[in-house]
């Protein structure tokens, strides 16, 4: 499904977006760090712990996370980080406890901002999708995403804040 607005528009979404404000450091020290962790080819559990807490303001997947041991992070996140089939890149980070579809692309979208994008409710209610997570659903958002941030010129990142923007500018234009 293309995407609702043009360029202009999503460059005002982008600089609109509001999510977690509070939150913002933590989301640059994600944006430098995990693509060191690609480089060294695993994630600590302090990265998996950071990345819980800005997707999910900390709470229950931080402490879900928290559950698997270092050596496993390090495993798995290395399975991941080596993988070529998506498949794999995915699968894998989803055998880690409180690790599922958004979180798993939350970890993918930090450690490979140019390929891919986050799994959100936001983000795919912009492109009228419903978030039932499978692979099938994976691939061809991540395809579109990647072939929308080309053709808008915008980075991976800036794409995701303006589909979430555009969601929930659209949610509060329902409630009032």
Known sequence: MPLPFERAELLELVAKYDYQNDYAELEAGLITSLPVAAGLGFLTKGELVAVAKWKWRGG???????????????????????????????????CLSGVDWPMASVILHFTFPNTSPILDVRALETLGLKPRYNLALWRNYSAQCV?????????????????WQHSKDKSRSRAA
């Not at 698997?68 to 998506?86: C, Q, T």
């Not at 053709?151 to 303006?162: H, I, N, P």
């Open 60 to 94: 229950r997947t931080a402490q879900l996370v928290s559950l698997n041991s270092d050596d496993e992070i390090k495993e798995v996140s290395a399975a991941s980080f080596a993988a070529k089939s998506p498949m794999l890149q995915i699968g894998a980070l989803r």
């Open 147 to 163: 072939a929308e941030a080309r053709r808008f010129s915008v980075t991976m990142r800036e794409l995701d804040k303006a589909l």
